[in-house]
């Protein structure tokens, strides 16, 4: 079995305007796609498409059978293919993904799937990472899911073109809506320096050369055993409430140091290439309230 769970060090760090950091600690799965049906069968305490303790619903993941809101360039609403009622599987999803986006890809590949489980049926995850390898064990490519809080998705991908000496590194034009403290046409720079039985992620926000934001998710390996997620669950109490309820906490403290903040609605037409858009993207802007001037009668 391919499949394990990382215990990791997530680092925010804010520059501008003004300084704030913090640290915090969670365990992500990384599954191997292939291996989902076996992990759901030898586990008590993780279920696939099942609610347990620990879970994963693969309808959470890469939704290119739902329409795409705002497509731009070479994307369109059903750019994929796929027909009302088609239900493939989280692996096909990703290939079709691939192939549609110029990277040959095809059964034989294997796809690792970094990501937060669900706890208790409650599912937050704020960005899940798909490696993908050829048969001998070469990286291909990697899509980052980045999820914000009113549960919008977006995908970026990354391509043997994006590798250097150390991995992957690909900066790209962000349009989307993560932080109400981050304006949304900055550019996300992604690191990815895969290597065995260690992850480590950066990703950063610029805005031109500036950097605003550093995000760093650094862990080390473990076999994917019950035992295992027993101790998480004493370890990571809560694991996913945690993480909204830390997510929230900061933006308060940000807010109370008066950091620009940024309304979702106002910049809505540069939020692009998402899926799941929010009601505040997709619900007509009401009309002005027309007031008729009072008649004054002598």
């Not at 620990?54 to 360039?73: I, V």
């Not at 473990?222 to 295992?228: V, Y």
Request: charged share 25%; glycine share 4%; proline share 6%.
């Amino acid at each position: 079995m391919q499949s394990k769970s990382y215990q990791c060090r997530v680092m925010h760090a804010r520059f501008h305007p003004k300084a704030h950091r913090f640290v915090y600690r969670v365990f992500m799965l990384s599954l191997d796609l292939d291996e989902l049906e076996e992990l759901d069968r030898r586990h008590r305490l993780f279920s696939v498409n099942r609610g347990n303790l620990f879970s994963l619903r693969t309808k959470d993941f890469l939704p290119l059978t739902e329409p795409l809101h705002n497509a731009t360039g070479e994307e369109t609403c059903h750019h994929y293919g796929y027909k009302l009622g088609d239900t493939p599987t989280l692996k096909e999803r990703v290939v079709r993904y691939l192939n549609t986006h110029g990277v040959e890809a095809d059964d034989s590949v294997r796809v690792e799937l970094v990501t937060l489980p669900r706890m208790l049926g409650y599912r937050f995850n704020p960005v899940s990472f798909y490696y993908i390898r050829d048969a001998r064990g070469t990286l291909l490519a990697s899509i980052v899911e980045v999820t914000n809080t009113f549960h919008e998705m977006k995908p970026y991908l990354i391509t043997a073109a994006d590798r250097d000496e150390k991995g992957f590194h690909r900066q790209v034009s962000k349009n989307f809506y993560v932080s109400p403290f981050s304006d949304v046409d900055v550019e996300f720079d992604f690191k990815l320096r895969p290597s065995p039985g260690r992850l480590a992620v950066y990703i950063d926000d610029y805005e031109g050369n500036r950097r605003n934001l550093a995000t760093s998710i650094t862990g080390t390996a473990h076999p994917l055993t019950d035992r295992a997620l027993a101790s998480y669950l004493f370890t990571y109490p809560l694991l996913t409430l945690r993480v909204i309820f830390l997510i929230h906490w900061h933006a308060l403290r940000l807010w109370l140091k008066r950091i620009p903040w940024f309304a979702k609605k106002n910049r809505a037409e540069a939020q692009s290439n998402l899926y799941r858009p929010h009601e505040s993207l997709t619900k007509p802007a009401k009309a002005p309230t027309r007031i008729s001037p009072a008649v004054h009668q002598s």
